[in-house]
């Protein structure tokens, strides 16, 4: 069974947004770290957005100002909502979770780490 399902992802023009959800399994949803990650062809995988159970969050550079990271703990579910995308952001977005705090999520996806929980990954497009 898996842990994380990541919906949401699609094609969209520059400027526009979209929003990922991320489906996380009771056993982990209150205690791990839980974030959203992606890679690119060619490009190195890019670790953008997490959230601790306490509501900590941390965003990368390039994301900052854009992307939201938020939590319905009714649904057990992780969003992350994209607003001005830009084509840059075109990527496989995938959704994560460590036992630890949001340091150790950026440091974790650098290798997949066996200590972490990780989705199969929505695809995102932008178009310009």
């Known amino acids: 069974q898996e842990q994380l399902v990541e919906s949401g992802g699609g094609s969209v023009a520059a400027g526009g947004s979209l929003r990922l959800s991320c489906v996380v399994s009771a056993n982990i949803y209150n205690t791990y770290c839980l974030g959203w990650f992606r890679q690119a062809p060619g490009r190195e995988r890019e670790a953008i957005a997490a959230v601790e159970s306490d509501g900590t969050t941390n965003y990368a550079y390039s994301v900052e100002g854009r992307f939201t990271i938020s939590k319905d703990n009714a649904k057990n579910t992780l969003y992350l909502q994209m607003d001005n995308l830009e084509p840059e952001d075109t990527a496989m977005y995938y959704c994560?979770?460590?036992?630890?705090?949001?340091?150790?999520?950026?440091?974790?996806?650098?290798?997949?780490?066996?200590?972490?929980?990780w989705g199969q990954g929505t695809q995102v497009t932008v178009s310009s």
């Open positions: 994560g979770a460590v036992n630890g705090p949001v340091a150790y999520f950026f440091i974790a996806t650098r290798t997949l780490s066996e200590y972490g929980v």
